[in-house]
């Protein structure tokens, strides 16, 4: 067997493997150089486990030599992928990006998601870079060091995902697994210009991953093309009784509706607070994707400034309660800027949590009105392309802003109500070459209206994630 696979989607290398063109060992082995070649410059991965890739792969080849028909029975065999450094894997610690996670015991068991990805036959080559604990959205992580922008290494890659975003847009894998709590899916997929599907909320379960903020934490795939992020999000659907937020809804393939595309759709473009607070690189790219689906109907909601700070104080007060106890021991041993704000989390008087709950409540009623009259909402992504590395201040539309609290200023109040987006990637609206995202937004449970969107913006290539040249 001969051929480079290394950049070629997930659905690719799966066909590969089940035509005989490659085998599981080969696709790993290439991922694997990939990564050593790479990521010295780019830092998305935590942890390489070369060991347990290898062996896995030579098990998959050892199956298939025996049972070639059971090749059919795996959508993603010898796909390799790696996952946030707060989803469990058996045989390491889940260290959420922290210093303090780093004497925990290793687990004896994988997350479910990963358990679902390897049942479909992909396989784990390593654990990827974070900010710590997952609150940020620039992974510039001290314990681990900054994870680098691919298309450009002096820039951020975005967070808290950061290294799902860069090992894709590096061409390490074809398929990396987030988390989204504030839009730690969205930014990096936004800023690494890659493709990244943030689930309604108890959509997908979260049991052997690492919480941030229970009533908003989201896991989901990130992905280089539509089709390989359907089929991962596919595949890693139904209900998980020990994740009680988990739904208990059948699995709702998406990757069949694909082709259906935007036929039928109403959309619209989101204005006010989304155009306000977006710079002239993202407001170019929301256009370029609402000419292109003949958008032209724009829609507001109301009050997302409120909503955005009740997402504050509801994160604040959850994420500081859940380290309280370390807060107290270890308090030096925190990342200074994650400290801080969790410090300020254990001061919120309750009223204001209860009130932020009210507001969100609120704010979902009224997003669901806006969702009765339109299938599909556009937004921008982040307010601006990748920064560089330690920017503290931005520039959006003439007035400076703290940059790594405000690259989530679009996504957050998405978040706070749990609507399911796609965030896709745009080129061409930056002077510097770099990619930004459209957030691609519906209501709860249909994911398969933000990706039909996506796919036919793809397919008429307005939308693209190629691999950085590296």
Known sequence: MSGDFSQASAIAMAEAVRKREASATQLVEQSLARIAATDPRVNAFTDVLAERARAHAADIDARLAREPAAAARLPLVGVPFAVKNLFDIGGLATRAGSKIEHGSPPKAHDAVLVERLEAAGAVLVGALNMDEYAYGFTTENSHDGPTHNPHDLSRTAGGSSGGSGAALAAGQVPLTLGSDTNGSIRVPASLCGVFGLKPTYGRLPRTGSYPFVHSLDVLGPLARNVRDLSLAYDLMQGHDAPDPACAAR??????????????????????????????????????????????????????????????????????????????????????????????????????WVLQAQKVRRWFAERAAEVLAGVDILLAPATPRPATPLGSEQMDINGKMIPTRPNMGLLTQPISCIGLPVCCVPVWGVSAEGLPIGVQIIAAPWREDLVLRVAAALESAGVISAPPAKL
């Open 250 to 351: 059948p699995v709702e393939p998406t990757t069949n509706q694909l082709a259906r595309g935007a036929m039928g759709l109403r959309m619209a473009v989101l204005s006010g607070y989304f155009e306000d607070n977006a710079g002239p690189e993202a407001r170019a790219a929301v256009a370029r994707v609402a000419e292109a689906l003949n958008v032209r109907r724009r829609v507001e909601l109301p009050e997302v400034v409120r909503a955005r700070a009740a997402a504050f104080v509801i994160g604040n007060a959850e994420g500081a309660a859940l380290h309280l106890a370390d807060l107290r021991r270890r308090a030096a041993d925190f990342e200074p800027l994650s400290r801080d704000r969790f410090l300020a989390g254990t001061l919120l008087p309750a009223q």
